[in-house]
């Protein structure tokens, strides 16, 4: 019998977690939870979960990006794939922030989330968790990628540009990965062989960059006064 793949979910919050509550939604759905909605999954991985945090993605930053670095790094060899269930909000951030921590990666790291909660009859979220799991449980997968809506976007390419459609990221100057449809993959990029050197973690960020968007008619003065306060 061919030998299942070992997947370690993390949930750390986000709309995919979420219920309604009189504040509007919130995360409190579990990792455990979040596993009993795709039963199909046992068929091909066998999966542990772990909680490291329960965040709306808007309150997720570098200290979030490094816990989940060095979270990985601590189970790595346990372990054939991740997958991370996030807000989609900030996933973007989350997954260019994984690349660069952890590079020369074999194995695949997936980010993923939904527009709607897990626990809705009509829920992207089901479809999402699953095609995660697939994808991660996959041979020629590797490196930290988004995977929604169908697609599997580069972690340092993904862009949230939908704030509703199921469709909600897009991949920019770079081809999707892979798309999976019903329960196939089809890659578009396949370069896991590619990767000689040794997996590399690293371990801290400089939290004092800002990003300036420029427009005609910007003053110079803004980027001294930001000098004073930022190191790039
Ligand atoms: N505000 C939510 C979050 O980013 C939105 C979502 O998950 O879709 O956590």
Redesign the pocket.
């Known amino acids: 019998m061919k030998q299942m793949k070992k997947i370690l979910l993390i949930a750390t ?4 977690a ?1 219920k309604y509550t009189d504040k509007g ?1 919130s ?1 409190q759905i579990s990792a455990e939870e979040l596993l009993s909605y795709v039963p199909e999954a046992r068929e091909f991985c066998e999966i542990d979960h772990i909680q490291p945090f329960n ?6 930053c570098s200290r979030q990006w490094t816990q989940l670095a060095e979270l990985i790094e601590k189970k790595y060899e346990y372990y054939d794939g991740f997958v991370i269930c ?6 973007a951030y989350t997954a260019a922030a994984l690349s660069y921590l952890i590079q020369n990666n074999l194995k695949p790291i997936v980010v993923t ?3 709607k909660p897990i626990d809705l009859a009509i829920t992207d979220a089901r479809a999402n968790l699953l095609d995660s799991l697939r994808f991660a449980s996959h041979p020629k997968a590797h490196g930290t990628n988004i995977v929604f809506g169908g697609s599997v976007i580069a972690g340092t390419r993904a862009k949230k540009e939908r ?1 509703k459609s199921y469709n ?1 990221f897009s991949s920019i100057n770079y081809p999707d990965i892979a798309v999976i449809q019903d329960r196939r993959i089809i890659f578009y990029i396949d370069d896991k062989n590619h990767i000689t050197d040794r997996i590399r973690f690293y371990h801290k960020l400089d939290d004092r960059v800002f990003l300036l968007k420029l427009i005609p008619g910007s003053s110079g003065a803004i980027i001294d006064s930001l000098a004073e306060t930022t190191d790039a």
Do not use: F
Not at 13 to 16: D, E, Y
Not at 86 to 91: P, V
């Open positions: 919050g986000g709309t995919i979420s939604l995360p965040l709306d993605s808007t309150n997720v996030h807000g989609t909000d900030t996933m989330g939904a527009q704030s909600a």
